[in-house]
């Protein structure tokens, strides 16, 4: 089952608006990765963080790997009608090793125009 | 193709049927792992091969479910006597190097969506 805690569950926001979603675990995480999937289509890969507190950004995103190694967050600034979709957060737990990938349960992005 | 290319893309299966999923890596890819997302859900693991060898197949939910990758390229996924719980859409992704890797994450394809009648 899910391991993750992924919030909001969904998002109505006006275009030009700023976004803020996180994800949280109870367990320690050595990567974490943020991935967006659009109907019909495969998860894309957004952005990778692989040290607690590092800070990356991508364009108009930004996510950050907890210091804690629990939790990790992604901004998107200026939303764009584009950027429309579901946000995964998905992470690597140090116990489970690399082969194996928990996704968190999304959260639907609305852009309104 | 330039991607990680599956089909079918949907797949209709009556209860008690078996069916077989394939996946195309893109090129030259060692790693190849599978993943199942129920609707609404996030994509969960199912089993990880490093070129033919399967390496991890701790998430397949049962023994119905069997996967191969026998020339360490194309991957089939198997899913015999089907059932309703069964059904989702079944995700193949595979990345250049070892998964242990950093920086060489893997590549989705589009999936299989799997109805299960």
């Known amino acids: 089952g899910q391991q993750l805690n992924q919030s909001p569950q969904s998002m109505f926001i006006q275009e030009g608006e700023d976004v803020s979603m996180n994800c949280t675990s109870s367990s320690i995480f050595n990567t974490w990765l943020w991935y967006k999937q659009e109907p019909g289509e495969g998860p894309v890969l957004l952005i990778a963080?692989?040290?607690?507190?590092e800070l990356t950004s991508n364009g108009r995103l930004t996510a950050q790997f907890g210091i804690t190694r629990k939790d990790s967050f992604l901004n998107i600034s200026a939303s764009i009608p584009s950027d429309v979709g579901i946000y995964f957060c998905?992470?690597?737990?140090?116990?489970?090793?690399?082969?194996?990938?928990?996704f968190g349960t999304g959260t639907r992005l609305t852009v309104i125009p | 193709g330039a991607g990680v290319s599956q089909s079918p893309r949907y797949k209709v299966a009556k209860r008690g049927q078996d069916v077989a999923l394939r996946c195309d890596p893109i090129s030259g890819h060692v790693s190849l792992f599978w993943y199942q997302q129920a609707l609404g859900q996030g994509p969960e693991f199912l089993t990880y091969f490093q070129n033919e060898a399967q390496l991890d197949k701790s998430g397949l939910p049962s023994d119905r479910f069997f996967a191969e990758r026998p020339e360490g390229s194309v991957s089939t996924l198997k899913i015999q006597r089907t059932q309703q719980e069964d059904s989702a859409v079944y995700l193949c992704a595979s990345s250049l190097g070892r998964a242990q890797w950093r920086n060489s994450e893997a590549f989705f394809g589009q999936g299989t969506r799997l109805t299960v009648v």
């Open positions: 963080l692989y040290k607690a507190g």
């Open positions: 998905a992470g690597r737990r140090i116990e489970t090793g690399a082969n194996n990938l928990f």
